[in-house]
């Protein structure tokens, strides 16, 4: 069954490091996400990426996160100043159409 | 804006008993409500559901929408152990986010 890959699986940085997720959508879907889950809290929308650019942002997504699909088949998030509540699990998830989203395993980032 | 509620927020119930699972929804041009199992990392895929009346089955669990009342439950039968796990219920418009619920965990004892 096909899969949403996401690396690394835990990431640990210093306070206002620069940090990269990785993911790679399944093949032939064309909508990307971020999600992120602090722990013990609910799974909360972060970005939608559609034909190369962000159809959707939560207020979350400020100027210190950035998204990209660099080589049409990874899809990245990217944080330029890491903060102590950034740390979360980081979920990427792809979607064919109207069907079900597929998650991906996560990224546990973890800011020190 | 957008807002999930699931209830109960916990639940503990013995091998074999039948739960249900209910969740509510205030979405902007709704679409598509799901259903997932969280256990340790990430959701993982139950149902979606886009019409009312509708039941989807799969195995022991089941589920049905709603639409007049903005609601949807999830139905367990004959729970096991293996079926303790974060239940999280999303619902969205399209091919936009989902917002989540807070989920319900449920615990099966033996």
């Known amino acids: 069954e096909p899969e949403v890959t996401q690396t690394p699986s835990h990431q640990v940085t210093q306070m206002g490091q620069e940090v990269i997720l990785r993911c790679v959508p399944i093949?032939?879907?064309?909508?990307f996400y971020w999600y992120r889950q602090i722990l013990g809290q609910k799974v909360e929308f972060l970005v939608s990426?559609?034909?190369?650019?962000?159809?959707?942002k939560s207020e979350i997504f400020d100027d210190q996160f950035s998204v990209e699909r660099p080589d049409g088949s990874n899809f990245t998030l990217k944080i330029r100043s890491t903060k102590l509540e950034d740390s979360a699990m980081y979920f990427c998830?792809?979607?064919?159409?109207?069907?079900?989203?597929?998650f991906g395993s996560g990224t546990r980032l973890t800011v020190v | 804006e957008d807002k999930v509620v699931q209830s109960p927020l916990s639940l503990v119930v013995h091998e074999g008993d039948t739960v249900t699972l209910n969740c509510s929804y205030e979405?902007?041009?709704?679409?598509?409500l799901l259903w997932y199992k969280q256990e340790k990392k990430a959701p993982t895929f139950l149902f979606m559901l886009?019409?009312?009346?509708i039941e989807k089955k799969s195995g022991r669990l089941s589920s049905i929408l709603d639409k007049k009342e903005l609601s949807s439950i999830l139905n367990i039968t004959a729970t096991q152990t293996g079926d303790s796990a974060i239940y999280l219920c999303?619902?969205?418009?399209?091919?936009?986010?989902?917002?989540f619920g807070t989920g319900t965990k449920l615990q099966v004892i033996p």
């Open positions: 998830a792809s979607r064919e159409a109207l069907y079900d989203y597929t």
């Open positions: 093949s032939n879907h064309l909508y």
């Open positions: 990426f559609y034909n190369n650019e962000i159809s959707e």
């Open positions: 979405v902007t041009n709704f679409r598509s």
């Open positions: 886009t019409s009312s009346g």
């Open positions: 999303a619902a969205g418009g399209g091919y936009q986010k989902v917002t």
